[in-house]
């Protein structure tokens, strides 16, 4: 096993004790709201009507390559046209009220395991979501030589994926080997944290103990922990030492990176033939103490997933989708967990600190820690000024967003925020057009 890294980013000192704290399973709530849209790409077209019983595992909506699927027994009570979405705008959803028994439905039907993937709703859960019958159908028309399984968590203070590996070697390893006999592959890397022991043991002795397939070659490589580690085209570089395209994806120069997560509910849909009704998350922050491993059904609203984990309601703190560096703000602790959401931070209303109108030192440090190697001090600047043109001009499509050039500005100009806000204005131009 080697050790890789990439230049630039943060090494913060996040303790990764949370990792050997197993998964609690939070209780299904009264009423879930399932958006029908979890994934990049158009919302799937409703299957049910209002009024309608259902069944944990029932069909609520399909389009060609994601399906979404009820979480809980009960009544379909509205069909919502205007739901807010977590990528912004506006989603169809289903509301449905839980009628406590928890009955199953049906399992997926069929053996075509590309087939299942569409049917059981499986994303690849990343900081955006995509239909993995999408991706794997571009790596198969890029014809792509090899996989990497993105095993790093999304920010330091979430553990999840460390944890679903320590916990579920076996049914990772079993979704490696479904995915790379769709791919017809068999060179698979395995991108760990170095902070995580446990997760490294149980893998690599998964795979070794595997008879035949892919993961039973699988190079399983230790990263150094640091962030924002998890991002696709740091990862590449990083295990297979090539670069990514500017604008391009690891399909281009023959690789394609699958989360930890979707490997599981990969071989759950093709071995079990269940849909994908569940999220790992870690609920970590502030105003929270130490941080939990939680599996929450899909639908969840926040505020039961905080009430769980001993959040009181009306905390008074911030409630973060995602981590502390890339993570979204919520108004609302009633939106649902989804198939987007990569962890839960909650920050102390006493640490909410509010922005000042700082003005850039032009100290560097941005530049420095930037792992795309951009200059965030111009294309934050740029976008604040509404020079879009210049920002396009200096790259700020190629941000992924990952927060460290905010971290260590020393006027705290809030860089990310403003990028945001010019990639939006540079696609919303591009569309009109």
Known sequence: MKSGTFPGGLSLPVSAAGVSKPFESVPPSQ??????????????????????????????????????????????????????????????????????????????????????????????????????????????????????????DVEPQMISRASILAENAKEVASG????????????????????????????????????????????????????PQSMQELLVKALLGKEVPTGGSPEDIGVTVISVETAFFTAQAVNDKKPMLERFITVAGNGIGSPKNVLVRIGTPIKDVLEHCGVAPGHGGKVIIGGPLMGTAIHSADIPVTKETTGIYLQKEGDIAEFPSGVCIKCGLCVEVCPMRLMPLLISGFSESGSYAMAEANDILSCNECGCCAYVCPVLIPMVQWIKLGKSEIRAQRSSE
């Not at 990343?126 to 996989?147: F, M, N, P, Q, R």
């Not at 997760?199 to 399983?220: E, L, T």
């Open 31 to 152: 009423t879930v709201i399932i958006p029908l849209k979890q994934h990049i790409g158009e919302p799937c077209a409703v299957s049910v009507k209002k009024g309608a019983e259902v069944k944990m595992g029932d069909l609520l909506g399909e389009s060609e390559s994601a399906a979404v699927h009820a979480t809980v027994s009960g009544k379909v009570t509205e069909i919502i046209k205007k739901f807010p979405g977590m990528s912004g705008g506006y989603v169809p959803a289903i509301g449905i009220e839980s009628d406590g028994k928890n009955e199953s439905g049906g399992f997926l039907e069929g053996s075509d395991p590309m087939s299942l993937i569409q049917k059981g709703g499986v994303v690849d859960s990343d900081v955006e979501a995509i239909s993995l019958h999408d991706k794997l159908t571009l790596a198969k028309e890029k014809s792509v030589k090899a996989l990497v399984i993105n095993s790093v």
């Open 176 to 227: 490696i080997d479904i995915i790379s006999q769709i791919l017809g592959i068999t060179t698979v890397y395995i991108g760990v944290s170095e902070n995580a022991p446990n997760a490294i043991s149980a893998i690599s002795g998964a795979c070794s103990s595997a008879i035949s397939g892919a993961c039973s070659s699988a190079h399983v490589v230790g990263l150094k922990a640091k962030h």
